[in-house]
């Protein structure tokens, strides 16, 4: 290899290092991935009460037989939402998450019920929509705690005079402390964008698991 090949090569590496570190920054998917995991605080809560209040009714008025259509409705509402989330996963996420087959059942409403209460995606899509909650909680925690705390850090420079800033034993209270401050805010602030990129597709898999087909039943 000549040496213009050679100076070609690095810096074709140094080009795709730098998109490595600061690739997510830019893209516009990795906004949409950080809209999508802050949407799942709010749906997260909503499915919560949801479920719980339901399930609550629901057997509460077993012993009248008045909570067995409730738990039924609640059953076909996942179902329906678990479509909402596959569609908004697929959408913002860019996922292929083809839908599972419609259920099949024979004639007759016990018929009905039994392909309900039988069929994985009636449940798999139950359990997405309960395991919603912790995670739309935990991740809009972690997510707005690392880039407020990345932000506060990058505008160091500017507020360290009039605000007091102290980081453990360490106090700002020079310039030059505050720019060192100011870079780690930068670094921790990229950091923040590669997790969310991480986050993203780890639900995003889950999703795939539990709103897609069985690949190994074909349900």
């Given at each position: 290899m000549d040496e213009a090949n050679m100076s070609q090569t690095a810096v074709a590496a140094?080009?795709?290092?730098?998109?490595?570190?600061?690739?997510?920054?830019?893209?516009?998917?990795?906004y949409l991935n950080l809209l999508y995991l802050?949407?799942?605080?709010?749906?997260?809560?909503?499915?919560?009460?949801?479920?719980?209040?339901?399930?609550?009714?629901?057997?509460?008025l077993l012993v009248v037989f008045v909570g067995v259509p409730i738990l039924i409705g609640v059953?076909?509402?996942?179902?329906?939402?678990?479509?909402?989330?596959?569609?908004?996963?697929?959408?913002?996420?860019?996922?292929?998450i083809p839908?599972?087959?419609?259920?099949?059942?024979?004639?007759?409403?016990?018929?009905?019920?039994?392909?309900?209460?039988g069929d994985a995606t009636t449940w798999k899509s139950f359990f997405y929509l309960?395991?919603?909650?912790?995670?739309?909680?935990?991740?809009?925690?972690?997510?707005?705690?690392?880039?407020?705390?990345?932000?506060?850090?990058?505008?160091?420079?500017?507020?360290?005079?009039?605000?007091s800033m102290d980081f453990g034993l360490w106090r700002v209270d020079s310039k030059d402390e505050a720019t060192i401050w100011c870079l780690i805010g930068v670094v921790l602030l990229l950091v923040s964008f590669h997790l969310v990129n991480g986050l993203a597709f780890v639900w995003g898999r889950f999703a795939q698991m539990m709103l897609g087909p069985d690949h190994a039943t074909g349900n």
């Open positions: 140094d080009r795709d290092l730098l998109d490595i570190i600061f690739g997510p920054a830019t893209e516009r998917q990795t802050l949407l799942s605080f709010p749906l997260g809560i909503a499915y919560f009460v949801f479920l719980t209040t339901g399930l609550s009714l629901g057997t509460g059953l076909f509402a996942c179902l329906g939402l678990g479509a909402f989330e596959r569609r908004m996963a697929s959408s913002m996420l860019h996922l292929s839908s599972p087959p419609v259920l099949v059942s024979g004639p007759g409403l016990s018929a009905k019920l039994k392909a309900l209460f309960l395991l919603k909650f912790p995670f739309g909680v935990a991740v809009f925690v972690v997510l707005v705690t690392a880039f407020s705390v990345s932000l506060a850090l990058i505008l160091a420079p500017l507020t360290y005079s009039t605000l």
